[in-house]
């Protein structure tokens, strides 16, 4: 069958540069993705305390946040028009090691880039605390949608980062439910809250006020392990 011989390696020439161009366009998606055995076995040498997660965080939301969101969940702006959707690492955060995080941070793959230059060995480590953090937003009693969506601009923690912006932990869960209606009614219009609140529906804003309410001042922002 001397034309269908041919006919193939004619177009292996033809196949093979194409091929290398579209593998940085997506076709790595649903493509297993397993850090060496000796890698994924390695230890976080970074304690996991609340000055690293805030640091992974600082560092997170420089060089992560674009693609992978702001809780991790792969809905960063430049993630969503991504066709290989970057990791929900909020979903996997706790489910993998520390070590295989770490590689593929250095690594990279596929429209990720490597950070092996950009970021040093240990600044990989304290993102990978931050991570790893991320088990707990997703696993704690209130820390629903609404309140890690609420979380953006207030924290988990109910106080933000500007100091203009209001304490949560002040406020009785009657007072946030009633503030919210105000802003949601446009009673207070204009203001981002108003802006934040149109779309949430009573049950949000009582789930939302529960949590808020129940924050103490004194409490720690991250519970050390
Ligand atoms: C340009 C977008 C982009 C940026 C920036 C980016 N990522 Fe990713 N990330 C992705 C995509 C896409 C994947 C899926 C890659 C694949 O499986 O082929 C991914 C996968 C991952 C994974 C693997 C998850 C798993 O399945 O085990 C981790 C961990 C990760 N990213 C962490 C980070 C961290 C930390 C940063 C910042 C230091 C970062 N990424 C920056 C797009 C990005
Ligand atoms: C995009 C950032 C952002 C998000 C998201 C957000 N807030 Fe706010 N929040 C603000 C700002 C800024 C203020 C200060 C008042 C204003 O400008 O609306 C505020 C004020 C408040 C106040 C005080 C309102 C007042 O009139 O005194 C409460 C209570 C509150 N937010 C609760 C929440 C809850 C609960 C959620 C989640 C459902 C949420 N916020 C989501 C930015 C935000």
């Known amino acids: 069958m001397p034309v269908r011989i041919r006919f193939f390696s004619a177009l292996r020439g033809v196949l093979v540069i194409p091929l290398f161009i579209l593998v940085p366009l997506g076709f790595t998606e649903g493509v297993p ?14 304690r996991y305390d609340v000055e690293s997660v805030s640091h992974g965080k600082m560092l997170f939301s420089k060089h992560c946040q674009g693609c992978h ?9 430049v993630g969503l028009t991504l066709n ?8 996997i955060a706790g489910k993998k090691t520390s070590g295989e995080f770490a590689w593929k941070i250095a690594e990279g793959r596929d429209v990720m ?27 704690s009693e209130g820390q629903s949608a609404v309140v890690r ?15 203009e ?3 949560l932990r002040d406020m009785s869960q009657q007072d946030i439910e009633n503030k919210l209606y ?35 001042q004194d409490a720690p922002l991250i519970e050390e392990q």
């Open 149 to 163: 969506h609420c979380a953006m601009c207030h924290e988990l923690a109910g106080k933000a980062f500007y100091d």
């Open 182 to 216: 105000a802003h949601r009614s446009q009673v207070i219009a204009d203001s981002t809250m108003s802006k934040v609140t149109f779309n949430l529906t009573d049950d949000e804003i009582k789930e939302a006020a529960r949590y808020y309410s129940s924050l103490k």
């Open 165 to 167: 912006w209001p304490d």
């Open 84 to 91: 290989n959707r970057p990791a929900n690492l909020l979903r």
């Open 113 to 139: 880039p490597s950070f092996r230059d950009t970021l040093s060995k240990g600044d990989i480590w304290h993102v990978v605390n931050f991570i790893e953090s991320l088990e707990n937003e997703l696993g």
């Open 33 to 46: 993705w397993q850090a060496p055995e000796a890698e994924a076995a390695k230890t976080n040498p970074i």
């Open 69 to 77: 969101g702001y809780w991790g969940e792969g809905d960063g702006i």
